[in-house]
């Protein structure tokens, strides 16, 4: 995409952890008192302050759906989650025959949050829409992700049997390869298409988002990500290997007497049962911190891909430039914050994570010359909305 020499509008994100711990608590503390039907109008309030402290180009965006609308919606999708608890006291069949329903609507669903979603953000006046079609959601959500699913199996079946041909060993070898591989193609496959109806599918105003984006640069992202894990788990596994050679001086076969010894409370093992315990904790540790830095590599690259191939009718382009290891490192210090403030530093987690995205995102282009109308209807509800919510459905890019 041509977007050199443009003019670039970086996010800023004007929150303060102050501020928003007095509005978080209040919609705790009155969603609690009010049995969780103030929750409508928390969730509005949540979404306006975050909303109104993202500035672009110098104006900032705002969210504006009514709580009564969220409050509807909630109330519809809590029946629906209480049918589906109590069905299979009712009849097990039923059970099956909701599942059925909910996942054959899912691809609606996510259709109608995703317009709900945009119609009640605005930006300088002109709101937001989403436009996909139903029947492109069945497609991307359903029949692509079937069809591949099918084909990959196909393929992998077909390419094991013939190297059983060979041998075993050529047999397993290709398994783990085609496997591995595969699986990893077939996800990137499902994100692209996904990708492609979501990005392309959005409009600001009568401006059309495009996006360009490839399965194999998708394809890529993936890879690169399953190869640090992978090398991440072998590199650990040596590592743990080369410590307990080290300790115990190869000799493995006294580890089992050792636990023996500690289980009925001999000390003389005392120091090397600690030292082994500790390279356990080191272990599972390092395997931990692994884990979030894969996620936040593969998150952050995806992101930077995506956005990167997103413009506005060729005159507005969409800049990321998150840092996989800066991103881990918010993500994991929220995660260590919330979890040792016992959920009350919810707050700052929120903040510290917006102004991180926010100064990490941009829009090259003169936004300010471009003229648009705003030819969008309001969303009359959020039962679709707060349906999906309530079965965990999300749906989108990064």
Same mark, same amino acid.
């Given at each position: 995409?041509?977007?050199?020499?443009?003019?670039?509008?970086r996010?800023?994100?004007?929150?303060?952890?102050?501020?928003?711990?007095?509005?978080?608590?209040?919609?705790?503390?009155?969603?609690?008192?009010?049995l969780?039907?103030?929750?409508?109008?928390?969730?509005?309030?949540?979404?306006?302050?975050?909303?109104?402290?993202?500035?672009?180009?110098?104006?900032?965006?705002?969210?504006?759906?009514?709580?009564?609308?969220?409050?509807?919606?909630?109330?519809?999708a809590?029946?629906?989650?209480i049918?589906w608890?109590?069905?299979?006291?009712?009849?097990?069949?039923?059970?099956v025959?909701?599942?059925?329903?909910?996942?054959?609507?899912?691809?609606?669903?996510?259709?109608?949050?995703?317009?709900?979603?945009?119609?009640?953000?605005?930006?300088?006046?002109?709101?937001?829409?989403?436009?996909?079609?139903y029947? /492109? =959601?069945?497609? #991307?959500l359903?029949?692509?992700?079937?069809?591949? $699913?099918?084909?990959? !199996?196909?393929? %992998?079946? &077909?390419?094991?049997?013939?190297?059983?041909?060979?041998?075993?060993?050529?047999?397993?070898?290709?398994?783990?390869?085609?496997?591995?591989?595969?699986?990893?193609?077939?996800?990137?496959?499902?994100?692209?298409?996904m990708?492609?109806?979501?990005?392309?599918?959005?409009?600001?105003?009568?401006?059309?988002?495009?996006?360009?984006?490839?399965?194999?640069?998708?394809?890529?992202?993936?890879?690169?990500?399953a190869?640090?894990?992978?090398?991440?788990?072998?590199?650990?596994?040596?590592? /743990? =290997?080369?410590? #307990?050679?080290?300790?115990?001086?190869?000799?493995? $076969?006294?580890?089992? !007497?050792?636990? %023996?010894? &500690?289980?009925?409370g001999?000390?003389?093992?005392?120091?090397?049962g600690?030292?082994?315990?500790?390279?356990?904790?080191?272990?599972?540790?390092?395997?931990?911190?692994?884990?979030w830095?894969?996620?936040?590599?593969?998150?952050?690259?995806?992101?930077?891909?995506?956005?990167?191939?997103?413009?506005?009718?060729?005159?507005?382009?969409?800049?990321?430039?998150v840092?996989?290891?800066?991103?881990?490192?918010?993500?994991?210090s929220?995660?260590?914050?919330?979890?040792?403030?016992?959920?009350? =530093?919810?707050?700052?987690a929120?903040?510290?994570m917006?102004?991180?995205?926010?100064?990490?995102?941009?829009?090259?282009?003169?936004i300010?010359s471009?003229?648009?109308?705003?030819?969008?209807?309001?969303?009359?509800?959020?039962?679709?909305?707060?349906?999906?919510?309530?079965?965990?459905?999300?749906?989108?890019?990064?």
């Open positions: 995409m041509e977007s050199q020499h443009l003019s670039e509008n996010f800023k994100f004007h929150g303060k952890t102050d501020e928003y711990f007095g509005i978080w608590i209040v919609n705790v503390l009155l969603s609690i008192v009010t969780g039907i103030y929750s409508a109008w928390a969730k509005v309030r949540n979404k306006q302050y975050f909303y109104g402290n993202s500035e672009l180009a110098g104006e900032r965006f705002e969210y504006l759906a009514k709580p009564l609308q969220i409050l509807l919606g909630r109330i519809i809590v029946t629906l989650v049918i608890a109590v069905s299979p006291m009712i009849n097990e069949l039923l059970q025959v909701l599942m059925l329903a909910f996942v054959a609507v899912m691809p609606v669903l996510v259709v109608k949050n995703l317009r709900f979603d945009s119609r009640v953000t605005r930006y300088r006046n002109v709101r937001f829409d989403f436009v996909g079609s029947g /492109g =959601a069945y497609m #991307a359903m029949v692509m992700p079937f069809l591949a $699913s099918v084909i990959f !199996a196909l393929t %992998a079946g &077909l390419v094991i049997g013939l190297g059983s041909v060979i041998s075993p060993l050529v047999a397993g070898v290709l398994g783990v390869v085609v496997i591995g591989a595969g699986c990893t193609y077939l996800y990137a496959f499902m994100a692209t298409y990708s492609r109806y979501v990005l392309n599918n959005y409009q600001w105003g009568s401006m059309k988002f495009t996006a360009d984006i490839e399965s194999a640069a998708m394809f890529k992202i993936f890879l690169k990500a190869a640090v894990g992978l090398g991440g788990v072998l590199a650990l596994c040596l590592v /743990g =290997a080369l410590l #307990a050679f080290a300790l115990f001086s190869a000799d493995f $076969s006294q580890l089992g !007497a050792m636990f %023996a010894s &500690l289980e009925q001999g000390t003389e093992d005392l120091a090397a600690g030292a082994l315990v500790g390279i356990f904790m080191l272990i599972y540790l390092s395997f931990f911190l692994l884990g830095f894969v996620t936040a590599y593969l998150k952050a690259c995806l992101r930077n891909y995506q956005f990167g191939q997103t413009d506005i009718e060729g005159q507005l382009f969409m800049v990321s430039s840092k996989p290891l800066a991103f881990m490192g918010v993500m994991l929220n995660m260590l914050i919330i979890v040792f403030s016992f959920g009350l =530093a919810t707050p700052v929120k903040v510290r917006a102004k991180f995205l926010a100064q990490a995102t941009a829009v090259q282009g003169d300010e471009i003229a648009t109308n705003n030819q969008v209807s309001d969303s009359k509800t959020a039962i679709a909305d707060e349906v999906a919510d309530a079965f965990s459905v999300e749906i989108g890019v990064i």
